[in-house]
């Protein structure tokens, strides 16, 4: 055999080999590194006291990136402007911190990084690293701890601003406003908080849902919780406080109306309407009519008219019982005329617990019962009642309910007349009801509560209420026709006795209405009936 055919016959039989070899396995990179960076060193030291440097370097062991600075990275006391902090969107083996302004004299700075260090190719984190240096000759050694929950829901609100303003001679509650605090945390996500490297001294205790993330209150946006009592340091040093935020109702105004058919303005408003009056201060039509409706959704009132007539704007003066006025000049033009629609909030299913009701995106102004039928699924005729209410723009149409029945209601022309004169058309709304044994059914019983009346809240996993009562003493508490799902329970101690949840006021020092929570979820099934009792701790 030659030569050349012989390096050709090795040649074949290596590659076979080759992919032979290759076919048993592939490379793989070795195992997943799930090992942390490591810190190395610190220039100036982790700790350092007399600081008198504009640069830190912290250095690890590989290279790291840093996620979420913006949200993770808290310096406390805060900086203006903030120091410039690097790696961002690229990675090195060294954190650098340059300070743009003169550094506080005989203050503690403490740099906490939570989790956003992490290695640069597998993201292992290095978690609530903080760098801590003093420009005076010692640290200040004091802290705080606590928690923050949501005062009317129990999903909690990640990344909040928890902050600590000193009690001197220059501190007023107002400065929450303006007036960044001397020390700063978070809670990133989760709902405890940590203060370290504090001073001696006093201290008012404050939290905010801090949208801008200027550690301002802005109440049009923010949420915000106190603590009540003044913390004195270090004699509050063991103390776990517990704080709830909320959202204020901020002072009443009026915002601009708009137009937004032929016949209708809306007019928006923050704050609590308080009876909000309009009235329109322009020349109209002798026989020019006008009615308000309130918004089920937002603050924000309808506001109807007829007839139209012509103008380039109107001039209207909005008032409330305590003593607001503003006069507001809306353009006006005539625009198409709003038709009338009806609909109903029960598209299938009717519970037999409640009466079926429609309603109207337009005022509804009467219902004529003589053009209207209701039969069940042996098409006989089902007698009713219709009850229109005009405050809240929707009709009851009450009947006996059978369980497990169906049911059409028929509308003829004609049977419902707006506040404009629109007539509506044709209208068939089919549904049924369930069998009994289809829901389930809560027994429930309160302990420990030290003032009635109460309000029992029944909400689904969303905190959207599904049902509530208004409890004036003690008694076994129903909810019934409950469907098969998992429900939560809450108790508002009405303290001012209005039958609603009042929230609180930073300024009046007023706390929200306090809440509790049933600790479990409660499975309800379907024919089932639960005994539950709540003990109020």
Not at 207 to 233: C, M, R, V, W
Not at 323 to 344: A, G, H
Not at 391 to 415: G, R, S, V
């Amino acid at each position: 055999m030659n030569k050349r055919l012989e390096m050709l016959l090795l040649t074949l039989v290596l590659l076979a080999f080759v992919i032979s070899c290759a076919k048993k396995g592939s490379i793989t990179g070795g195992e997943k590194d799930e090992t942390p960076p490591v810190f190395v060193k610190a220039f100036p030291p982790n700790f350092s006291t007399n600081f008198d440097k504009n640069e830190i370097r912290i250095y690890f062991d590989e290279y790291v990136k840093l996620k979420d600075a913006q949200k993770q990275i808290i310096i406390s006391p805060p900086m203006d402007p903030p120091p410039t902090i690097t790696p961002l969107g690229s990675a090195a083996k060294y954190i650098k911190i340059t300070f743009e302004d003169t550094l506080l004299q005989n203050t503690t700075y403490s740099i906490n990084f939570g989790e956003s260090v992490e290695d640069n190719n597998e993201g292992n984190k290095y978690p609530f690293f903080r760098y801590v240096f003093s420009t005076g000759d010692f640290l200040d050694s004091l802290s705080v701890k606590g928690s923050v929950n949501n005062s009317i829901q129990k999903k909690i609100d990640p990344y909040i601003t928890v902050a600590l303003y000193e009690i001197d001679e220059n501190y007023s509650d107002s400065m929450v406003f303006n007036t960044v605090p001397r020390y700063v945390t978070n809670t990133l996500d989760s709902t405890s908080f940590d203060f370290y490297n504090l001073k001696e001294g006093k201290f008012k205790l404050i939290a905010l849902k801090d949208a801008s993330s200027n550690y301002l209150y802005d109440p049009k946006q923010d949420k915000i919780g106190f603590h009540e009592e003044i913390i004195t340091l270090p004699a509050d040093t063991a103390k776990v406080f517990n704080i709830e935020i909320f959202k204020e109702i901020s002072e009443f105004k009026a915002l601009l109306p708009k137009q937004v058919s032929k016949n209708e303005f809306l007019f928006p408003y923050s704050g609590e309407a308080d009876s909000m009056k309009i009235r329109l201060l322009s020349d109209a039509p002798d026989d020019f009519e006008t009615l308000v409706l309130q918004d089920k959704e937002k603050d924000t009132l309808h506001y109807w008219f007829k007839p139209f007539f012509e103008a380039d704007s109107l001039i209207f003066e909005v008032t409330n019982i305590k003593n607001y006025q503003d006069t507001l000049v809306p353009r006006f033009k005539d625009q198409y005329k709003d038709s009338l629609l009806v609909d109903s909030k029960f598209r299938s299913v009717l519970p037999l617990n409640e009466n079926f009701t429609i309603s109207a995106n337009t005022p509804i102004d009467s219902i004529t019962k003589e053009f209207i039928s209701l039969t069940d699924k042996d098409t006989l005729a089902v007698p009713f009642s219709i009850e229109l209410d005009k405050i809240k723009n929707e009709a009851q149409i009450t009947f006996e309910k059978t369980e497990n029945n169906a049911y059409a209601l028929q509308m003829l022309p004609e049977a419902i007349k707006d506040f404009i004169g629109n007539v509506n058309d044709t209208i068939n709304f089919n549904f049924r009801t369930k069998k009994l044994a289809d829901y389930g059914t809560i027994f429930l019983t309160l302990q420990n509560v030290d003032a009635y009346p109460v309000i029992v809240e029944v909400t689904d996993e969303k905190d959207e209420v599904i049902t509530e009562k208004i409890v004036p003493k003690e008694e076994l508490i129903t909810f019934d026709y409950l469907n098969p799902g998992k429900y939560y329970i809450r108790v508002i101690l009405d303290a001012n006795k209005n039958g609603k949840w009042d929230t609180g006021h930073f300024l009046k020092g007023i706390q929200p209405e306090e809440i509790k929570y049933f600790p479990e979820a409660i499975d309800v099934r379907a024919n089932w009936e639960l005994k539950q009792t709540f003990i109020l701790e």
